[in-house]
């Protein structure tokens, strides 16, 4: 069965950074994308950006752009996002979701990050 | 960038039909995906290209899209549907996938 494993929560000061992992099993790992989605407390969904497990390529929210790296691991099947300057607001759960036919047809269990001094 | 709007809240009494609206510039032309999300968990696919359903989705769960507006709807709503739900779209202009604020369900 499809699964998609997520690193433990963090917590890191303003201005640091953090690398969260999403490990995948179950299917072809090159066969789909992975997209980030991040809900801060209390509030909606918000898509982050999405990377292709085939061949790297990247697209990422606009107002995330120069703060934000995604990638890949395809040896072991895992995702990586990468978030740098964090700042009070950056304070969410962060899901990992594989993209088929443009929905996310499968979540990771969520990661809390949480920025604060 | 492209925007959906959905209603902050819907409430239904149970046994009756739930209807949540997703709003969009000529929506109608684009694939709608709908997300139920309970508190704690993360959010699981009830609804993709407009109307199909995932396996293990009850056929309670259905959708609509035309114009510029996508439709869920949940007929013979129960407790456990009390939920928030969520639209999106992919934005094919700028290569972005875009979600709904999000409509609270309350079960009466």
């Known amino acids: 069965q499809v699964q998609l494993v997520q690193s433990g929560a963090e917590v890191k000061k303003p201005g640091a950074s953090v690398k969260v992992s999403c490990k995948a099993s179950g299917y072809t790992f090159t066969s789909y994308g992975i997209s980030w989605v991040r809900q801060a407390p209390g509030q909606g969904l918000e898509w982050m950006g999405w990377i292709s497990a085939y061949n790297g390529n990247t697209n990422y929210a606009q107002k995330l752009q120069g703060r934000v790296t995604m990638t890949t691991d395809t040896s072991t099947s895992t995702a990586y996002m990468e978030l740098r300057s964090l700042r009070s607001d950056d304070t969410a759960v962060y899901y990992c979701?594989?993209?088929?036919?443009?929905?996310?047809?499968?979540w990771g269990q969520g990661t809390l990050v949480t920025v604060s001094s | 960038s492209y925007v959906l709007t959905q209603p902050p809240s819907v409430s239904v009494a149970p046994g009756k039909t739930a209807r949540i609206t997703c709003g969009g510039n000529?929506?109608?032309?684009?694939?709608v995906h709908w997300y139920q999300q309970k508190p704690g968990q993360a959010p699981v696919l009830v609804i993709y290209?407009?109307?199909d359903r995932p396996s293990g989705i009850p056929e309670r769960f259905s959708g609509s899209n035309s114009g510029n507006t996508a439709t869920l709807t949940i007929s013979r709503v129960e407790a456990g549907d009390e939920a928030d739900y969520y639209c999106q779209v992919w934005d094919s202009s700028s290569d972005r996938g875009v979600f709904g604020g999000g409509t609270k369900l309350t079960v009466l």
């Open positions: 979701a594989r993209i088929s036919g443009w929905s996310f047809d499968y």
């Open positions: 000529n929506i109608g032309s684009k694939s």
């Open positions: 290209y407009d109307s």
